[in-house]
């Protein structure tokens, strides 16, 4: 059902929901638009709709072929949206959703698309603080690039910043998706273009791989990995972009390319990629949260999604493994050390077992039955030739004449 936003806007059709609002088709003076809609929680917050009003000129500013343009900010009544260009295609996730994972001459490509439009943002002073494949769309109308790949924009400017109001989230608060959260936003530390470029890398890791290299599991579990665990190759990788990809998820924000930088160098690698296939990696055994006192909870047989999860439990919609802009208290440092599993889960070659899967017990058996019997063959092999060596000796002492024999106890 149609309805009106603002004096100048119609939205028309729904086109998708997450956490902080939904977004419609709809249509303005100049034609097509995407509207998206803010909850009403938010638009009732008048210090959220104040920062609303004070970003309007910087949101407005960013044009960019490599960014989802703001037109307009609506502020009407219950209503408070962005309205912005029509991107005609997909997000990202639903791309991954489909493949699981890209060549790396496509996943390069799109995450050069988005580290210009990132550098673009960071010259304005804007930082996105929510990179994730679901703020990424593929114009399926623009020309394609390297490796097939759509034209990639980034979208969703500004939103994590206006719902992060100081009164809603304070100091003890974080906003984003665990994921790819940067590890100095974990501590407690403002928001500074690096974060960005963390979240990038973690978006292209998750293209080239079908999965984020810290996640899995609890929400907690998924935040200590990026503050404590370092990042561990992916077979097969391209050497000079795993260094780059190191770069770029450095724990230390100062250690990370600026954006305008990871995009050159990402181009610069794209002939040495051209036609090589995805990589050929299966991801790791998903771990368990569970304390040892407790069962662990049957496994599902198929293949275990290690996606982006939402930090607020019991939101279970459809969606709601796209949720953003939910926040969640800020660890302790005792927390973030304690528990901290050592090293980060390897990704395995694909057809290698499982750790603890069937396939992997059985093979662990078969290898303790081979030393088994390894070890029956070598005692028995020492046997008899301490057999062999003790009947030499007995043949080799002769009698000392007729009918002599050996002493008789006394």
């Known amino acids: 059902m149609a309805r009106k936003i603002g004096s100048r806007y119609t939205a028309h059709q729904i086109l998708g929901r997450g956490s902080a609002g939904t977004v419609w088709l709809g249509e303005g003076p100049d034609g097509p638009v995407a509207i998206k809609l803010l909850r009403e929680d938010l638009a009732s917050d008048q210090e959220l709709v104040g920062r609303f009003v004070q970003e309007r000129t910087a949101l407005l500013g960013l044009d960019h072929p490599h960014v989802v343009s703001v037109r307009d900010l609506v502020v009407d009544g219950n209503d408070l949206a962005l309205v912005m260009d029509l991107v005609r295609g997909t997000d990202l ?50 020309p394609l690039g390297p490796g097939g790949s759509h034209p990639a924009l980034l979208t969703d400017f500004g939103v ?133 006192a407790e069962p662990e909870a049957p496994r599902d047989t198929e293949r275990v999604r290690r996606g982006a999860v939402p930090l607020v439990p019991g939101r279970a919609a459809p969606d709601s493994n796209r949720d953003t802009h939910t926040s969640m208290r800020v660890p302790g440092p005792d927390e973030l050390a304690g528990g901290a599993r050592g090293t980060a889960r390897a990704p395995r070659a694909a057809g290698a077992p499982r750790p603890g899967s069937a396939r992997n017990r059985a093979a662990a058996r078969r290898r303790r039955l081979t030393l088994s019997a390894v070890g029956v063959a070598l005692a028995a092999a020492v046997g008899i030739g301490t057999w062999l060596a003790t009947t030499g000796d007995n043949a080799d002492a002769k009698p000392q004449g007729p009918g002599a024999s050996a002493p008789a106890a006394p």
């Open 160 to 292: 994590a910043k206006l719902i992060d109001s100081p009164r809603r989230t304070r100091a003890t608060k974080i906003i984003g998706t665990p994921d790819y959260l940067a590890p100095e936003i974990i501590e407690g530390l403002p928001p500074r273009a690096a974060v960005d470029i963390y979240a990038l890398a973690t978006v292209l890791y998750e293209l080239l791989a079908g999965f984020t290299p810290f996640g899995g599991g609890h929400p907690g579990a998924v935040l200590r990995r990026h503050v404590t665990e370092t990042v561990v190759p992916l077979p097969g990788i391209h050497e000079e972009l795993w260094q780059l990809l190191v770069q770029c998820l450095a724990k230390a924000p100062a250690s990370r390319l600026r954006a305008s930088e990871l995009a050159a160098r990402l181009r610069e690698q794209l002939p040495e990629l051209a036609g090589m296939p995805p990589l050929d990696v299966d991801e790791p055994e998903p771990e368990s949260d569970a304390s040892p």
């Open 93 to 142: 996730r639903t791309r991954l959703d489909r493949e699981r994972r890209m060549a790396p001459e496509a996943a390069v490509a799109i995450a050069a698309d988005v580290a210009d439009g990132l550098a673009a943002a960071h010259a304005a002073g804007v930082v996105h603080r929510d990179v994730k494949p679901e703020n990424v769309l593929l114009d399926m109308q623009g």
